[in-house]
């Protein structure tokens, strides 16, 4: 499961991105990240911010779809959308 909370204009957070340990590492989470992303891209209204709390390790997922830790010491990732 996966959600995005936001204002539906610019600001968005993706938030409680869970797979069942038994699901995990065949891409699921890829699938749903990408489809939440595509979901924010449509829906943004010129640029964007996307926001998000990783979990501790989690955080070369979450690279591999434009997220930077830009404060060390925290799980907390954005990456801007620019349309």
Do not use: W
Request: glycine fraction near 16%.
């Amino acid at each position: 499961m996966g959600r995005i909370v936001g204002d539906g204009a610019m600001y968005y957070y993706i938030q409680d991105v869970a797979i069942l340990p038994e699901y995990q590492g065949i891409g699921i989470g890829k699938q749903m990240i990408e489809k939440l992303m595509n979901y924010i891209r449509y829906h943004c209204v010129g640029a964007g911010f996307v926001g998000l709390f990783a979990s501790q390790g989690k955080e070369s997922f979450y690279e591999q779809f434009g997220f930077k830790d830009y404060s060390p010491g925290m799980t907390g990732m954005f990456t801007v959308i620019d349309k």
